[in-house]
Nanobody, 127 residues
Framework: QVQLVESGGGLVQAGGSLRLSCAASGRTFGSYAMGWFRQAPGKEREFVASISWNGNTYYADPVKGRFSISRDNAKNTVYLQMNSLKPEDTAVYYC?????????????????????WGQGTQVTVSS
């Protein structure tokens, strides 16, 4: 198990930027695929981006070209840089982790593939 704590959310105007951080506990951070999801009021939790142990990334279509996921294994931290934000990006953003020992290109994109979740951080984009 790994404990995840998100930070960096807030209120921003449309077109602005935010960087979310997710700090993970434990000594095996490098063995986890990491992901970001979001959930808007009344909607299901949806995939945003994921990153494998060695830095391979995968993005949901709505955020391609605007968001960037990265990780620093030495700091046990994963980041989500969000640029050109839109009001429809408003949601609670969750960090997630999935332990794996297989393919280094593993970039899970479904909620059920993850077994560790943070508490979430609110992102609000005003128009």
């Amino acid at each position: 198990q790994v404990q995840l704590v998100e930070s960096g959310g807030g209120l921003v105007q449309a077109g602005g930027s935010l960087r979310l951080s997710c700090a993970a506990s434990g000594r095996t951070f490098g063995s986890y695929a990491m992901g970001w999801f979001r959930q808007a009021p009344g909607k299901e939790r949806e995939f945003v981006a994921s990153i494998s142990w060695n830095g391979n990334t995968y993005y949901a279509d709505p955020v391609k070209g605007r968001f960037s996921i990265s990780r620093d294994n030495a700091k046990n931290t994963v980041y989500l840089q969000m640029n050109s934000l839109k009001p429809e990006d408003t949601a609670v953003y969750y960090c997630a982790a999935r332990y794996y020992t297989g393919s280094r290109t593993y970039t899970p994109s479904h909620v059920h593939e993850y077994d560790n979740w943070g508490q979430g951080t609110q992102v609000t984009v005003s128009s």
